[in-house]
């Protein structure tokens, strides 16, 4: 993920210590198991200290909202009538067209996981996140029917995460400016 890209992490303020711990304490959940996580590893692997799984086991968590949001963005688009619209909008136009978009809501829910395993040790952690985003001000460069950047706008919202079954408070963000202009790689064909 560049640096410079607006992540989930970015816009939850992902992950703090009260974050790691909540993946911890689902790494230690023993569910359906009668032993902990802690000591099945500890008598499975001879020498391999909990510590090194729980660093581990952090590492991951703070990567694993490191999504792009431009391209949850893109991906939600593209279920829509949105393109649609823009196709419209810039049909007549033969070169660069610079389209408003108005105020509108995005739902995006992923549901990634931590999977540990470690010799006949296997443990998945399982993780629901729903983030809700409001687009307001957007400015779409559009040329030879493509979305080549964003050149305004802001984005507010909030994000409900639970891990396992221990839902965490929710967390809201923005509203935020976004950069002068986003550019979107490849683009986003609108045929």
Do not use: C, Y
Not at 130 to 137: A, C, H, Y
Not at 146 to 151: D, G, K, R, T
Request: charged residues 30%; glycine residues 8%.
């Amino acid at each position: 993920m560049p640096e410079n890209s607006l992540t989930l992490n970015t816009l939850l303020g992902l992950p703090d210590k009260d974050f790691s711990d909540q993946v911890i304490n689902a790494s230690s959940d023993q569910g359906e198991e009668t032993e902990p996580a802690q000591d099945r590893v500890s008598k499975g692997l001879h020498g391999l200290q909990w510590k090194f799984v729980e660093g581990e086991i952090r590492r991951k968590a703070g990567e694993l909202l490191d999504v792009d949001v431009m391209e949850m963005m893109v991906s939600a688009w593209r279920g829509s009538k949105l393109i649609e619209h823009l196709q419209q909008e810039s049909k007549d136009n033969d070169g660069p067209a610079h389209v408003p978009l108005l105020k509108h809501n995005i739902h995006s829910e992923l549901e990634p996981a931590i999977e540990i395993q470690l010799g006949q040790f296997k443990k998945t952690i399982p993780f629901q996140v729903e983030v809700d985003f409001t687009l307001d001000g957007l400015i779409l460069k559009i040329e030879d029917r493509i979305i080549h950047a964003i050149e305004a706008g802001s984005l507010e919202g909030e994000g409900k995460i639970k891990i396992g079954r221990i839902p965490l408070p929710k967390r809201s963000f923005g509203p935020l400016d976004l950069p002068g202009k986003i550019n979107l790689k490849k683009g986003i064909p609108l045929a």
